[in-house]
């Protein structure tokens, strides 16, 4: 039994009521697992029809599914390092799920780490526009950016800056963002035992001021007519519906998107928007003024009446007339080819002896080289000049003399259809087992086409797994060593 703080405990039961019974009952629930298709690699029932173990669907999340994670483990499957699927508890899939991005749109996730909504952003996009992932702490950001290798997003940025700084590079730019607001995790509580030693009210008033502040250098980030999902996974009215009320108070032109209320959720609750404050003629009159806001347009998701942790979200829309970005943005500086033609006859090199359709790839210009290293940046990308960028598009390789050594986010950002040489390992098999903890592997059977030398993209499902070299009848494994099987 968790032991929940005395003055959390009388909040909820004020906040609550006749509910409250039932809701300190689920804390004797075990939590739920959930996994998230990736839709750029499959389709949910494609994935349906090969899944290795029994899931179940989550009702509001198209792409979701619960699984026992007291029984199987899937990250204990070559389809997870494949990039198949995500790991992410039900609840926490809805912000991401409820953005509606287009292939095409630009696209800001602020508090992006680890990655769980900013991988389903780069999904929907299907490789086009682009994907701007943000994490303030750079050892977090960090692992953002494995996870969004993983899942194969080539058209995306990793940084690591305070969100006010983003806002002097991309003003005005984005056509949809998502803000998944630190805040005092209470909706956390069954899952993580830490949130709760964590928690005091100093902490939710700590928090609620923090997200005024991200919310507010967001805002000025979002294109007029753009949408933005502010999500907690906190039950504190003053993080939720009181941080959206003082939002729309101080940004007539923003307001909450009405939206039918999804299977399992609840709408939000606008007076708890006074939660703390006293009840005078004076909040009367203010609670009736703010009907305007239509606060009930967010939505909560309660452990209670949902098989899922606790979360709040809204949407919100600017408006047509919110004022354009006026100003010149400057571009980055893309390799030149007359001045690096050695660095541009490698890869196209590459690109002739790799790819089915090297064009494709020989005629885009966005190339970026930092030191050794050569990226492909996303189109009509701003310049990114002073900011700390983990990754500024697509990792293609790493430029060494005479070759280019391409990288594992390149081969999982591929596709057995796009490449010339191929091996295909059965997911069950000991062979797939083996390449993931970086042992050689005999080149015998299931090539693409015979091949004596070279790189070979290793598969298994028709999903690229990453690199292999052949040579001398075997092929030497490239699969990083950071990431390998245990």
């Known amino acids: 039994m968790i032991n929940l703080p005395n003055e959390f405990e009388e909040k909820m039961k004020a906040l ?17 697992y959930g996994l998230r298709v990736n839709t750029e690699k499959i389709s949910v029932e494609d994935f349906v029809k090969i899944c290795p173990f029994e899931i179940t669907p989550i009702p509001w999340i198209d792409n979701g599914f619960y699984y026992d994670g007291e029984k199987i483990s899937p990250a204990k499957h070559p389809y997870y390092f494949a990039g198949l699927y995500y790991l992410q508890e039900p609840s926490a899939m809805t912000p991401a799920n409820r953005l509606p991005v287009e292939p095409g749109d630009r696209v800001l996730d602020v508090c992006a ?30 692992g953002l950016l494995k996870n969004l290798e993983v899942f194969g997003i080539g058209n995306m940025l990793v940084m690591s800056e ?35 030693k964590q928690w005091s009210e100093d902490h939710v008033k700590m928090c609620a001021a923090r997200q005024k502040e991200i919310l507010e250098d967001a805002a000025s980030m979002l294109k007029p007519g753009g949408t933005m999902v502010y ?21 007539e032109d923003f307001y909450l998107e009405e ?16 939660y703390g404050h006293e009840k005078t003629e004076e909040t009367e009159e203010i609670f009736t003024a703010i009907e305007q806001f239509h606060l009930e347009r967010a939505f909560r998701i309660m452990p209670h009446k949902t098989e899922g942790e606790g979360h709040f979200m809204a949407v919100l829309r600017r408006r047509e007339d919110g004022g354009e970005f006026t100003g010149k943005r400057s571009q980055p500086s893309y390799i030149d080819p007359k001045k690096e033609k050695e660095v541009m006859k490698e890869l196209y090199r590459f690109l002739d002896e790799t790819l089915i359709e090297p064009e494709l790839l020989k005629k885009r ?27 500024p598009g697509l990792h293609i390789g790493t430029v060494k ?3 280019l050594e391409p990288s594992h986010a390149f081969a999982l950002w591929l596709r057995p259809e796009q490449v010339k040489v191929w091996k295909e390992l059965a997911p069950d098999s000991v062979d797939a087992v083996k390449y993931l903890k970086g042992e050689t592997l005999n080149a015998a059977a299931d090539m693409s086409v015979p091949c ?35």
């Open 401 to 403: 003399k005479n070759r």
């Open 365 to 391: 210009e966005e190339y970026l080289r930092f030191g050794d290293q050569l990226y492909l940046l996303p189109p009509q990308m701003v310049s990114l000049k002073g900011l700390k960028v983990l990754r």
């Open 452 to 486: 004596e030398k070279g790189w070979v993209l290793i598969c298994t499902g028709n999903l690229s797994l990453g690199w292999g070299k052949m040579a001398a009848g075997i092929i030497k494994n490239h699969y990083p060593k950071g990431l390998r099987w245990m």
């Open 16 to 32: 609550l009521g006749d509910e409250f019974e039932d809701y300190i009952k689920c804390y004797d629930e075990p939590r739920y």
């Open 162 to 196: 305070e969100p006010g700084r983003l806002e002097r590079y991309f003003s005005g730019y984005f056509d949809k963002i998502l803000i998944d607001a630190p805040c005092s995790g209470e909706g956390m509580f069954r899952k993580e035992e830490e949130a709760v």
């Open 113 to 142: 780490a680890p990655g769980g909504k900013a991988t389903e952003l780069g999904a929907k996009l299907q490789n086009e526009g682009v994907l701007v992932a943000n994490d303030i702490s750079s050892s977090r950001a960090r």
């Open 231 to 251: 999500s907690t996974c906190t039950f504190a009215p003053e993080e939720n519906e009181g941080t959206i009320l003082s939002f729309l108070q101080e940004h």
């Open 259 to 274: 939206r039918e209320c999804p299977e399992g959720l609840m709408n939000a609750v606008p007076k708890w928007a006074f």
